[in-house]
T-cell receptor
Framework: EAQVTQNPRYLITVTGKKLTVTCSQN?????MSWYRQDPGLGLRQIYY???????DKGDVPEGYKVSRKEKRNFPLILESPSPNQTSLYFC???????????FGSGTQLSVL | GNSVTQMEGPVTLSEEAFLTINCTYT??????LFWYVQYPGEGLQLLLK?????DKGSNKGFEATYRKETTSFHLEKGSVQVSDSAVYFCALRKAGNTGKLIFGQGTTLQVKP
């Protein structure tokens, strides 16, 4: 089954404690992206990757890091989380044409 | 810059009512337009799309027509069901492989039996 898998689904952490949210896709997609979803603001892009070893900033990259060492994986790293990073995060993937994005089920992050 | 504006929600309807969710956009050139739907507790999934002016996208009884003259892509359904309750996102992507996907803020639809 074609899918994008994110883990964990829920995460509660404290300010400053490094964390990683994993994302994996099984569709051999070149394009992968991270979004955060906040009430009233819709989806905002954090980082994206057009292929292995190619990443670029989205609209709200501050406080986040990503890597793309393998085609299927695109982890999101918060080196020093802060409360303003409390949000619902989605990973997505597609072909380069981006005519259809496939989304993971989301990670609800709370930073205390 | 490019942007997408959707009508504010929540939109509350009774089952079998007619649905319209307004979406207007600002973009140069000829973007592709999309509607994504997010059911409770799930990620977004593509509902329909249109890639050029006057195209009509349709899926699961939902329709939207790409109107270049009014820069709009309103979502419609003739008879909604309780199972249509979800958040609906309008989005655009500029032409070309470097075109970024830009989402509207989302409109929540609640359908009551």
């Amino acid at each position: 089954e074609a899918q994008v898998t994110q883990n964990p689904r829920y995460l509660i952490t404290v300010t400053g404690k490094k964390l990683t949210v994993t994302c994996s896709q099984n569709m051999n997609h070149e394009y992968m992206s991270w979004y955060r979803q906040d009430p009233g603001l819709g989806l905002r892009q954090i980082y994206y990757s057009m292929n292995v070893e190619v990443t670029d900033k989205g609209d709200v990259p501050e406080g986040y890091k990503v890597s793309r060492k393998e085609k299927r994986n695109f982890p999101l790293i918060l080196e020093s989380p802060s409360p303003n990073q409390t949000s619902l995060y989605f990973c997505a993937s597609s072909t380069v044409a981006r005519e259809k994005l496939f989304f993971g089920s989301g990670t609800q992050l709370s930073v205390l | 810059g490019n942007s997408v504006t959707q009508m504010e929600g929540p939109v509350t309807l009774s089952e079998e009512a007619f649905l319209t969710i307004n979406c207007t956009y600002t973009a140069t050139g000829y973007p592709s337009l999309f509607w994504y739907v997010q059911y409770p507790g799930e990620g977004l999934q593509l509902l329909l799309k249109a890639t050029k002016a006057d195209d009509k996208g349709s899926n699961k009884g939902f329709e939207a027509t790409y109107r270049k003259e009014t820069t709009s892509f309103h979502l419609e359904k003739g008879s909604v069901q309780v199972s249509d309750s979800a958040v609906y996102f309008c989005a655009l992507r500029k032409a070309g492989n470097t075109g970024k996907l830009i989402f509207g803020q989302g409109t929540t639809l609640q359908v009551k039996p």
